[in-house]
Each structure stands twice: as C-alpha cells, then as structure tokens.
C-alpha cells in the first residue's frame, strides 16, 4: 500500500523530490515553509524579503536535493540554504560592515519573567541578531557564519556571545543581577 | 557552538515554530514558480538541443559526402544515398527554420565546424548552468 505523504520521514520525502517528486517536495516545503520563513524574520528580513528569499531557498532546494542524505535535519539543510541566500542580498547591498556597536540596546528587564524571542532579539544590533540565528536558528558554526557574512572568525564570537548575553538578559531577568549568567544545562 | 554558548532555553526558543497564517498560500505560490521555471527549462533545453543537434547533423552529414565524392571507393551507394536523403531532409528543416543557407564547409573546413559545435556546447553547458543556479 502506498505512504501517505503526512507519514512519510522528511528523508524518504528529500529522496523521492531528489528524484523530481514534486508532490513529495510539497509537503517538505508544507511542513518546512514557516520555519524558514521564520528564521530569516528573525534574521531581520521583512516579512516580503523572507518570503521571497525563502522561496528561492526552496527552488534551491529542489534543485540540490539529491545533496541531502538525511546528515542532519532537513529544516536544518534548507535553513541554512535561506540564511546564506538572506546573506548574500544583503551583502549586496553592502550592509555587514563590520560594525562598531551602533545601537546597545538599552536593556530593559521584563518584570514579567519570559518575553517572547522574537522581541528579544529586537535588541539586539543587527549583525549580532544575524550571528545568534545562524549559530542557534539556523545551527551554523563559528566558522561557516564567520565565511558566509565575510566576518573574521573572532568578531562572529563576539557578536555571538554579546548577542546570547543579551538575549539571556532579556529572557531570563532573574539571572541578570550578578553579571553573566551561568546555565546548567 | 562552546559550552558556556549552549543554553536549552534558548535552543528550544529558536526550535519552536509558529506556523504562519499564510503558509499554504507560500505554497502554492512556490508550485506555480518551480512549474513555471520547469516549464522554461524544458523548453530552453529543447530548443538549444534541436539547433544545435540539427546543425551539429547537417554539417557531418554535408561533411560525410563531401568527403564521399572525393573518395568514391570508401562509400556505397546505398550508404551515399542515406547521406544525401539525411542531408536533404535535415537541409530542408533548416531552412524552414531559416538557418539553411549557413555554409561552414566553405571557409576553412573543418575548423569552422568544430568552432561552431564547441561554442553551441558552449552556449548549451552555460544555459544549463545558469538555468540550474536559477532554480
């Protein structure tokens, strides 16, 4: 009996699209589409931009498909497709420079414990909210983002790190009091 | 990522999807481009094959005869005739796409030939490229 696409693994849908299932590719973008779209919103896209980029990344991903062997997750693979695609517009229009901290945002505790990570990124400079969701969002290294964003390595770390400290403020306003904060995991 | 970088809270915030309101309107938008850019593929493809395959053709074939005339021993009549029926045939398509009169065997031989076919393999590998960059 045939696979119903919905109970189909995103593995079994990439080798089959790989093979020029449409349908099959459907779904992936079904179940993948809002994730993308999301990440790069995050990325600090408009919400047209990161559509528009998120479907080239999906016309990209068609195309590679064969490329994805189930190392990692799909949504993984293709986000990281946007996020170098997102990059490279914006590299176009010459906007990661490396930056001296334009606008340290005023960190405000919310008194209300847990805010929302879209809003926390707010915060954030942006090529720090850029670094962070590439490192946490769209799970790249230090070195693939240091190469994608044509940063040297340390400045990606810094940004990094400034950025999570800073979404850790945010986030968790208990934990600020002493400084940096610490995380059990 | 380093150890002091880890944070289960903040993965599990960037994990979390919301999914957007609009998502299956991505969607079908998404199948109308990637059937549209198909769509433009098979036809690029198509046609740069059928030119660069109907000239690639027309000039063994004028070359296969031309050479056969010359050598009248190492052709058969039959095979001379399949020849000459190929190269009418293939002539006649060309010239009804009107690319008939072109003459590659007049100027310097062979090497025009082999001009001609590399750059319509030039010209098909670069279609080809930028068509797969652009899906």
């Known amino acids: 009996m045939k696979q119903s696409l919905r109970e189909m693994h995103d593995v079994e849908l990439a080798a089959q699209a790989a093979a020029g299932g449409r349908r099959e590719y459907g779904e992936l973008v079904r179940r993948h589409g809002s994730a993308v779209r999301g990440l790069l919103r995050r990325m600090g896209a408009a919400p047209s931009l990161a559509d528009d980029v998120a479907q080239d990344a999906f016309l990209q991903g068609f195309q590679r498909c064969a490329e994805f062997r189930g190392q990692g997750t799909f949504a993984g693979w293709i986000k990281k497709i946007a996020a170098r695609l997102y990059l490279k517009r914006v590299a176009r229009e010459a906007r990661y420079v490396e930056e001296v901290e334009t606008d340290d945002a005023q960190i405000s505790v919310d008194t209300a414990g847990l805010m929302d990570l879209d809003e926390a990124l707010k915060t954030l400079n942006e090529t720090e909210r850029v670094c962070v969701t590439l490192c946490h969002g769209a799970g790249m290294a230090h070195p693939e983002i240091a190469a994608a964003m044509n940063l040297p390595l340390g400045t990606v770390k810094s940004h990094v790190k400034r950025g999570l400290d800073k979404l850790r403020a945010r986030l968790s306003p208990a934990q600020t009091s002493g400084g940096r904060s610490t995380y059990v995991g | ?135």
């Open chain 2, 1 to 135: 990522m380093s150890v002091d970088e880890y944070d289960p809270m903040i993965e599990r915030l960037f994990a979390k999807t919301t999914p957007l309101p609009d998502e299956a309107l991505f969607a079908a938008e998404l199948a109308v481009r990637m059937e549209k850019r198909s769509r433009w593929r098979t036809l690029a493809l198509t046609a740069a094959g059928v030119v660069g395959g109907g000239v690639a053709v027309r000039e063994v074939v004028q070359f296969n005869f031309k050479s056969g005339a010359h050598q009248a021993s190492s052709l058969s009549d039959s095979v001379r005739a399949v020849a000459a029926t190929a190269q009418g045939a293939t002539q006649s398509g060309l010239d009804g796409l009107g690319i008939g009169s072109f003459d590659l065997m007049s100027g310097s031989g062979m090497m025009a030939f082999w001009i001609v076919a590399g750059a319509l393999f030039a010209l098909l590998a670069a279609g080809a490229v930028k068509l797969s960059q652009d899906v």
